[in-house]
């Protein structure tokens, strides 16, 4: 799995992104003190930061089907409990949270309406169910430049848009499959600054995610390409690249 990489790879890959959309998306799920919270795909814990920085460790559960992630989770947050496991098989009780959210997660999940279910069975009745995940239907995700460079030069090459939750509208049908209610939705926007281009670009060499295993499969040759067609679609450094995500909360 492309997400079985070290999870310092993985902050200098998509955290750079995924730690500002977290500030803004648990603005949307209105936390209560003293509520128990769940980081579903938590990854190493960009969103498990702003739940433990709210409800505290001890109220704040993570898990992730990535052991090194859920390695790395466990060194940077020793109070919050931590395991491996799929949102589609969640090892707790009904009702066992008043809050279940998943950051960038629902577009990798194998059947998105059988993930989001169990995330609502795991949540009291009443209690808050999130998701959010980039805009690549609107080409607003980060990674939009390089996945345009992509399908420049390799047009049959498979690309992120076709995943579940991307488009507008796509999450909020999802959760309304899986028998959510009261569902709201709000486009999330994150800016982020880059010195260079070599900054920009060194993290897709990690091999992270499907654009880190895009690149790694590549000989010298195409990469060589890919990276001089990024260069000439992206600003003179320095450049910020702003993005979009789509996020959606409902009630259990
Ligand atoms: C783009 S990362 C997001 C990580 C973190 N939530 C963040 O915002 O930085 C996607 C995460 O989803 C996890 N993942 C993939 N399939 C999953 C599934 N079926 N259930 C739960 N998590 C999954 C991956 O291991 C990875 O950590």
Known sequence: MSFAVDASAYDRFMGRFSAPLAEEFVRMLDLEQGWRALDVGSGP??????LSKVLGES????????????????????GVEAAV?????????DGAFDVSA?????????????????????????????????DFGGDRA??????????D?????PNESE???????????????????????????VTVE?????????????????????????????RAELVRRCADLLPSAPFSIESAAWAVVGRA
């Open 85 to 93: 496991a799929s949102a589609d098989d969640l090892p707790f009780e």
């Open 142 to 151: 980060p990674l939009a430049p390089f996945w345009r460079a992509v399908g």
């Open 45 to 50: 814990g960009a969103l498990t930061l702003e």
């Open 59 to 78: 109220n704040t559960v993570a898990v992730d089907p990535s052991e090194s992630f859920v390695a790395a989770l466990r060194e940077s947050f020793p």
């Open 194 to 222: 880059f010195a260079s281009f070599d900054a920009w670009w060194e993290p897709f060499t990690l091999g992270v995610g499907p654009a880190g295993a895009y690149v790694a499969a590549l000989d010298e040759r195409r």
């Open 163 to 189: 995943r579940a939750g991307t488009h507008r509208g796509d999450l909020e049908r999802l959760f309304a499959e899986a028998g959510l209610r009261d569902i709201r939705s709000e486009a999330l926007i």
């Open 102 to 134: 998943a950051e960038l997660v629902v577009h990798f999940m194998p059947d998105p309406v059988a993930g989001i279910r169990e995330m609502g069975r795991v949540t009291r009745r009443n209690g808050v169910v999130g998701a959010c995940v980039w």
């Open 153 to 157: 030069l390799d047009p049959d090459a």
